[in-house]
């Protein structure tokens, strides 16, 4: 397995002064080939490490799985053809339990998929509203405001690799009820940083992620909106702006949208019912 950050000879500069010469710390991009059942169906670039948690919530937020016990195993293998090639940990073969139909090999995205962009357009927008196992409308899920304002802080803290780079994104997953941190994970794409989290709780047999927040540290795109649909989780927050087609779909799909969450301020776009002053401020 490959490092997360690499060290890099860079020169500063600064207006008035004299050039220095010192390393910098870049996050490490690296493509990822996720193939089920040794059939390719995807590549995504990512940061390494959480490789079978990013195709696990991949496969959640394609439509493939929506149980953890659909999920058999993923082993790391070599490249095209994989006979005696060097095993470079950027392959991932996933192998579905007995019964479970792997994607239509007509219809499988193997494709690249950049590191700031996910699956988007028509065909993704339809298979949200038909694929869908499970209802988030329904789900109370009732939010302490007051706890809501500090998820981003907690989020933050937990950036190791940010810390270090200043290129990555992060999400997280709370529990709505009690406020307690499930899990957090970085990726220098904010797509594949929520793929990370929602397979940790696929492989944890969490899914579905009823009463779940998920927190991300930038904006609330379409793609995140349509993982949590599929996901199972009611309540979006961001740190920064939504696009109008992540409100849409967060509209039909009865989801909390909440964006611009800084400080003791936010905008909730949609579902405001969930987001509720249940105790003083601390």
């Not at 500069?13 to 996720?34: K, Y």
């Not at 195993?73 to 139909?101: M, R």
């Not at 239509?104 to 993704?124: L, N, Q, W």
Request: glycine share 10%; proline share 6%; hydrophobic share 40%.
């Amino acid at each position: 397995m490959g490092s997360i950050t690499r060290r890099w000879r860079t020169t500063k500069l600064t207006v008035g002064g004299e050039p220095r010469v010192r390393p910098d710390s870049l996050a490490v991009e690296e493509p990822l080939e996720i193939r089920v059942g040794g059939t390719p169906l995807a590549v995504t670039m990512r940061t390494p490490g959480h490789d079978v948690e990013l195709a696990a919530g991949f496969l959640v937020s394609e439509g493939v799985v929506s149980a953890g016990e659909q999920f058999r195993s993923a082993i790391h293998c070599g490249g095209p053809g994989s006979g005696g090639v060097e095993n470079t940990y950027n392959v991932l073969d996933i192998a579905l339990a007995p019964g479970v139909e792997p994607p239509d090999p007509d219809i499988a995205r193997a494709f690249y998929t950049t590191s700031s962009c996910g699956v988007c357009g028509k065909a993704s927008i339809d298979a949200v509203a038909t694929e869908s196992d499970f209802e988030i409308a329904d789900d109370p899920a009732p939010l302490d405001v007051h706890r809501l304002v500090r998820f981003p802080d907690e989020l933050r803290a937990r950036q190791s690799v940010f810390d270090k780079t200043g290129g990555l994104h992060a999400a997280a997953l709370f529990e709505a009820g009690t406020g307690e941190l499930l899990v957090v994970r970085e990726d220098v794409g904010r797509h594949n940083a929520v793929d990370k989290v929602i397979g940790w709780a696929l492989l944890n047999d969490r899914v579905p992620l009823r009463g779940a927040v998920l927190q991300v540290s930038g904006r609330a795109s379409f793609e995140l909106v349509q993982k949590c649909v599929m996901a199972g989780v009611p309540i979006l927050a961001a740190v920064s702006a939504p696009s109008s087609l992540a409100v849409e779909l967060a509209e039909d799909a009865g989801l909390t949208l909440v964006g611009f969450l800084r400080g003791d301020s936010m905008n909730v776009y949609t579902r405001s019912d969930r987001i509720l002053e249940l105790s003083a401020p601390t």
